[in-house]
Structure formats: structure tokens, C-alpha cells
């Protein structure tokens, strides 16, 4: 039979829905931690040599008590009996028991009944318990005839059904129990997991409150030291510095409003630019309207980046880059990032082939906000064009949005002012 492993330190925690019995590799934290993951299976038990001793000996435990109490009943006409009916039960009797305790164990613990909850699971035995005494009792006295041995004759075999009921009932109520203690400490294990866990994402949240700090501080300090004749330099480091500040504001905030997105995308646009020159033009075209509506993060930009790293940048002459924002319906916005790049001959192909991860990720992210995704099509004449829909969330009462024009001076954004329609 199978070693009941949550009676050994040892012993790492299956899943909820995993049988109680058997040893899997690891620790119960380890355990944990792998609970935390999306896609876990459910671990199963095997059969170990120590799991075949220890069932062995309470068999033959429960045998020889067994064994001992049938002696005693029938000492008055069957003397110094102890030894005959200890070989039955060890030899025929127990063994038959096993055998079709394995069988029901393994359906409830590695079969179709394993995922079932465990009311169920209990309920089964209901079933099961009769099929299981009735296959014991047609092999015990099927071998015991076969043997030329007797057995209990008439009205007596009731007691033959009564000990083997109450033998399974046991077995298995031993069985749930040590799976349910095995339930107990993976939960525990996995709540110190979930506190490990938390702890080390405080200490992250502290590291990621500290480094930013003192990367915009050096930012500061290297544009404090910019003499005055490179203005444009300064400008740049400015401009690097508010492109870091919004990727940290995204990292802790899951909705923000799309005009703090448009601000970042003309800054991170400005440092392309710095870097393509004359190639690179860029225009947006934003309702006003739009600019306080509440957005996930970082929607946008996979689209700009892709834009201009696969689709104006391989291209010698360049081209242009448009994002548009506007309403689509009466509640709903659409953005569009449309570039005149080398475009692609397949632009479905985009969402499912081994490149564009940064697509497929925001494809991902749309759909599980109730978006249909990403729709690609060429542009005319050449390029790419990539948009989304989604449905408008009102802004909070209170929130203002950036204005056009109306921006902080420190703001970079306004350098592309020229640059829009």
C-alpha cells in the first residue's frame, strides 16, 4: 500500500485536490511558492518501499487482532486454533483486502475521482463500500473453496460482511483524514509563502522608492552641470528624466489619465527624434475632451515603440508617425498609431507569429479589459496602422487633465508643438 507522507517532516503538499497519500520532492514552502504560479498541477502520489512497510504493518497488526479475536470466539470447540486462522487472514484473507483497496484508492486518488470535491469523494463510498465487500467476499471464499478450505457457513457470513465493511471504513477514514491534515499545513505553508512573498515585494516597492530617487537626482545634477551654450542637451535630460517618472507613476497606479500618457509618449517621442533627426516626423491629433480619460497604463506605447523600432526605422528616407485619439461612438475612445514605415505583408500576422511581443501583450491586455484588441491593417501609402477601442470611464470629480498649451514649462512635450497639426 501507499505511506501516508504527511506523517513524515519531509513530505511536500499536493495541491487541494491531489490524493492525501504518497511523497513528492521538495518542501511544503517550496510547495507554496509553486502554488502561487497560474498553472499548477496537481501533484500525485507513488508508491515508496516506505509507504509498503507501513501499510504492511498495520495490516498485519490489524490481522493479528483479527486473527486473535476468531481464536478466542472459537476456543471452546476449536482449541489452540490461533496459528490456523492468523495464516488465513495473513496469507488469503488481508492480502484480497489490499488488493481491492488499491483498486478503490486508486480511483479516488489518481483516477477520475480525484478532482472531485471531497463531499463527493465521501459521498462515493456509499457506492464504492458495497462493490468493495462484494468483490472481497466473492475472492475470499472463491480461493478459500479453490484451497479445500472451509469457511463460515449460513447466516454466519453476515459477520464476514459486517468486519469487512467496518475494515474499509476505517482504512479510508484514515485515508481522508491524513489528506485533510495534508490540507491544513498546505494551507499554512502557503499563507507563509504568500507572507514571504509580500515581504520581499515591500522591500522591492522600498528598493523601487530609492533608486528612482537618486536617478533623477543624478539626472538633475549632470543637467545642472550642462553649460548654458547646450541648451538642446539639458532639454534631452529633461526629457529622459519625465519618461522615467511616468514609467515609475505607471508601476503604481492602474489607471492614470491619457493626457499624463500623451505627455510621456512626446517626451519619449523628443529622445527618438534627438536620435533619427529629419527622418522621424510626428504628429498627434487628440480630442481635448479625451485627455482626463482614465486609462491602464502603458496602452500606447508598445504601439509608438513598435512603430518606429520595425516600421520607420529600417527605412532609409524615414517617415511619419501619427497618434490619434478620439471618440469612436458615444461612449467609447479610440486610439490609432499610424506609421508611413516599411509596413508588413502580413499584418495579422503580427499578433500570432514569433516577433511582436509588444503587440501581442497589449492585444492580451485590451481583451481582458473587454476591448476586441488590436485591429492592423496597412496604411496608406505605406506602413502600418494599429488601433484600439475601448469604452470611456469618467474621470474622478476633481482630477484635471494637461491642456494643450496650458502644459508646465518643464514639460518637454511642448518642443514638439511644430510638430503637430
Known amino acids: 500500500m501507499l505511506f501516508p507522507s504527511a ?18 520532492a521538495g518542501s511544503g514552502a517550496a510547495t507554496g511558492s509553486r502554488l502561487l504560479g497560474a498553472a499548477e498541477v496537481p501533484l500525485l502520489p507513488r508508491i515508496t518501499a516506505a509507504g509498503l512497510l507501513f501499510w504492511g504493518l498495520y495490516y498485519v497488526a490489524f490481522g493479528v487482532f483479527y486473527a486473535g479475536s476468531i481464536a478466542y470466539a472459537a476456543q471452546d470447540y476449536q482449541p489452540n486454533s490461533f496459528l490456523h486462522y492468523l495464516w ?19 480511483l479516488l486518488f489518481r483516477g477520475p475521482l480525484r478532482r472531485v470535491r471531497l463531499p463527493l469523494r ?3 463510498h456509499a457506492g464504492l463500500g458495497p462493490l468493495w465487500v462484494l468483490a472481497w467476499f466473492s475472492s475470499y471464499y472463491a480461493v478459500l473453496g479453490w484451497l479445500g478450505q472451509g469457511g463460515i457457513n449460513g447466516s ?3 459477520w464476514d460482511v459486517y468486519i469487512s465493511a467496518l475494515f474499509y471504513g476505517l482504512q479510508f477514514g484514515v485515508l481522508h483524514a491524513i ?4 490540507l491544513l499545513r498546505q494551507r ?22 530609492i533608486n528612482p530617487h537618486f536617478l533623477f537626482n543624478t539626472l538633475n545634477s549632470i543637467s545642472a552641470s550642462v553649460p548654458p551654450e547646450l541648451e538642446r542637451t539639458r532639454e534631452l535630460i529633461a526629457q529622459l528624466a519625465h519618461t522615467f517618472r511616468f514609467a515609475l507613476a505607471a508601476s503604481r497606479h492602474e489607471m492614470l489619465p491619457l493626457g499624463d500618457e500623451l505627455a510621456f509618449l512626446r517626451d519619449y517621442l523628443a529622445l527618438e527624434q534627438a536620435r533619427f533627426g529629419a527622418r522621424l516626423q510626428i504628429k498627434f491629433v487628440v480630442d481635448d475632451g479625451l485627455l482626463a480619460q482614465l486609462l491602464p497604463p502603458m496602452l500606447v506605447q508598445p504601439l509608438v515603440e513598435n512603430a518606429v523600432r520595425h516600421g520607420i526605422a529600417p527605412k532609409v528616407a524615414g517617415g511619419c508617425l501619427t497618434v490619434t485619439a478620439v471618440p469612436d461612438g458615444p461612449a467609447a475612445l479610440r486610439v490609432t498609431v499610424a506609421d508611413t514605415g516599411v509596413g508588413s505583408p502580413c499584418p495579422a500576422a503580427l499578433l500570432v507569429g514569433a516577433g511582436g511581443l509588444g503587440l501581442r501583450n497589449t492585444h492580451a491586455r485590451l481583451l481582458a479589459l473587454g476591448s476586441p484588441g488590436l485591429e492592423i491593417s496597412a496604411n496608406e501609402p505605406d506602413g502600418l496602422r494599429v488601433s484600439w477601442r475601448l469604452p470611456l470611464r469618467p474621470a474622478p470629480a476633481g482630477l484635471s487633465a494637461p491642456q494643450p498649451g496650458n502644459q508646465p514649462s518643464h514639460q518637454p512635450g511642448n518642443q514638439l508643438k511644430s510638430a503637430r497639426p
Not at 9 to 21: E, I, K, R, S, V
Not at 179 to 182: A, K, R, T
Open 179 to 182: 489528506g485533510f491534515g495534508q
Open 7 to 24: 506523517m513524515r517532516n519531509t513530505f511536500t503538499l499536493p495541491a487541494p485536490t491531489a490524493p492525501p497519500l504518497g511523497r513528492a
Open 122 to 124: 465521501l459521498l462515493s
Open 88 to 106: 488465513r487472514v495473513l496469507l488469503i484473507d488481508y492480502p484480497l483486502k489490499a488488493l481491492w483497496t488499491l483498486s478503490v484508492w486508486w
Open 188 to 209: 499554512s505553508d502557503l499563507e507563509h509563502a504568500l507572507r514571504e512573498r509580500a515581504h520581499h515585494g515591500e522591500l522591492a516597492v522600498l528598493k523601487a522608492q
Open 156 to 158: 454466519g457470513r453476515i
